[in-house]
């Protein structure tokens, strides 16, 4: 083995695609298959003793599911990068998967030549996602994130409510005060709370949502 070859394991309960994977992945000399595994259980115990490279992982099993296969195996602690290969192109699957970790999600139904080039990406680091499924997991992680913070909502103060009602105003911390009655400095407590809160990296970036969402008046 070179230093350029890669050390997978493949764990999918459907044993004639798990053995198509295998020998693709024997065309490739970048690649080396070192185990194998029909359930999420056994292969998260194969993933612990032989510690690859890469894992591919179906998403649908009996005895445990690819997300929560996926789950024990980044418990791990390993540098093993995980793709999900699965007949399931359902966003709800592929956000999920992400949202556990995945570093990768391809579709059974992909080229060969496709699915081998997307594996290398993720072992470069980068997210392995077909093109056509890139924008749709943009929309429901924005979609996700805006029905988190609906909830997150309820759980501001009312001060701090006024004050992401004021933001979407455009108003400075300086108005923002004018505006409540409040000190400068205490509105920028409520507003450093109110992004943490709601998952927000910017006042703007919570005031263009806030106005996107109808909280501006």
């Not at 949202?99 to 081998?116: S, T």
């Not at 509105?187 to 006042?203: C, I």
């Given at each position: ?16 695609f798990r053995k198509g994977v295998v020998q693709l992945l024997g065309l490739n000399p970048q ?93 470069d680091g980068q997210m392995a996602i077909p093109e056509r499924l890139g924008r749709a997991l ?42 409540l009655g409040i000190a400068e400095g205490t509105v920028k407590v409520h507003v450093k709370s ?24």
């Amino acid at each position: 083995m070179t230093n350029d070859q890669y050390r997978i394991v493949v764990i999918d309960d459907h044993p004639l695609f798990r053995k198509g994977v295998v020998q693709l992945l024997g065309l490739n000399p970048q690649f080396t298959v070192v185990g194998e595994a029909a359930g999420g259980m056994d292969g998260v115990k194969v993933v612990a003793e032989l510690q690859p490279d890469l894992v591919i992982l179906d998403l649908n099993m009996k005895d445990m599911d690819g997300i929560a296969t996926l789950k024990e195996i980044k418990q791990l602690d390993l540098d093993s990068k995980v793709v999900m290969l699965t007949v399931s192109d359902e966003s709800r699957d592929l956000v999920n998967a992400v949202r556990a970790g995945a570093d990768g999600y391809l579709l059974k139904d992909m080229e060969p030549e496709d699915i081998i080039a997307r594996l290398s990406e993720a072992l470069d680091g980068q997210m392995a996602i077909p093109e056509r499924l890139g924008r749709a997991l943009a929309v429901a992680l924005r979609e996700d994130d805006t029905t988190d913070r609906n909830q997150q909502i309820a759980h501001l103060t009312e001060r701090e409510q006024e004050i992401l009602q004021c933001l979407a105003q455009g108003l400075s911390n300086k108005l923002v005060g004018r505006e409540l009655g409040i000190a400068e400095g205490t509105v920028k407590v409520h507003v450093k709370s109110l992004l943490r809160k709601l998952n927000f990296r910017s006042r703007l970036e919570a005031a263009v949502w806030a106005v996107e969402n109808g909280i501006k008046d």
